[in-house]
T-cell receptor, first 112, second 116 residues
Framework: GDSVTQMEGPVTLSEEAFLTINCTYT??????LFWYVQYPGEGLQLLLK?????DKGSNKGFEATYRKETTSFHLEKGSVQVSDSAVYFC???????????FGTGTRLLVSP | DTGVSQDPRHKITKRGQNVTFRCDPI?????LYWYRQTLGQGPEFLTY????????KSRLLSDRFSAERPKGSFSTLEIQRTEQGDSAMYLC??????????????FGPGTRLTVT
């Protein structure tokens, strides 16, 4: 079945460090890909998305590029802030049905 | 637009009791989803509605679980004869599906269920 694999956390960084969170997927067909973020005590929020190969999603300084050849959608940010501390989920879905299939999440901890 | 709301936010119940959760989606959204999230895991799909029709159910949704969306607005998720393994965060999401395509899912804050 369709699945998403994320790197295990926690990822611990100092403020202004470069962030990469790896995400790969297995799917029959060509899904849309998403990154969701869950801040402490809050609900899931869509961070960015990409709907086809080579698309780059970006938001709030975060970026991810849909790589069909490596079935990956790695999340990157050039300079993290303490306020970026949260759990990040990679997910996929297919047009029409739209059920989201999530990875297990990666906790990011940013220290001042 | 106040977003997706869920009630209650927390529920503690004894094993064997029945519980019911409510979700109020964003008003113009025609799709409503239920997910379950256990500690350290990502959300897992349970079921979804388009308007009042329940179109898909995961095999995770045993016969003790039932969901309704009677008028195509709010939805309820009932768990009968709760078990300790039902302890989890239950998430509701809604989206708008229109002729031009589907739009992102907006999530509520979740209902945390603890079965003792």
């Amino acid at each position: 079945g369709d699945s998403v694999t994320q790197m295990e956390g926690p990822v611990t960084l100092s403020e202004e460090a470069f962030l990469t969170i790896n995400c790969t997927y297995t799917a029959t067909g060509y899904p849309s890909l998403f990154w969701y973020v869950q801040y402490p005590g809050e609900g899931l929020q869509l961070l960015l998305k990409a709907t086809k190969a080579d698309d780059k999603g970006s938001n709030k300084g975060f970026e991810a590029t849909y790589r069909k050849e490596t079935t990956s959608f790695h999340l990157e940010k050039g300079s993290v802030q303490v306020s970026d501390s949260a759990v990040y989920f990679c997910a996929l879905s297919f047009t029409g049905f739209q059920k989201l299939v999530f990875g297990t999440g990666t906790r990011l901890l940013v220290s001042p | 637009d106040t977003g997706v709301s869920q009630d209650p936010r927390h529920k503690i119940t004894k094993r064997g009791q029945n519980v019911t959760f409510r979700c109020d989606p964003i008003s113009e959204h025609n799709r409503l989803y239920w997910y379950r999230q256990t500690l350290g895991q990502g959300p897992e799909f349970l079921t979804y509605f388009q308007n009042e029709a329940q179109l898909e159910k995961s095999r995770l949704l045993s016969d003790r679980f039932s969901a309704e969306r009677p008028k195509g607005s709010f939805s309820t998720l009932e768990i009968q004869r709760t078990e300790q393994g039902d302890s989890a965060m239950y998430l509701c999401a809604s989206s708008l599906v229109a002729r031009g395509g589907a739009y992102e899912q907006y999530f509520g804050p979740g209902t945390r269920l603890t079965v003792t």
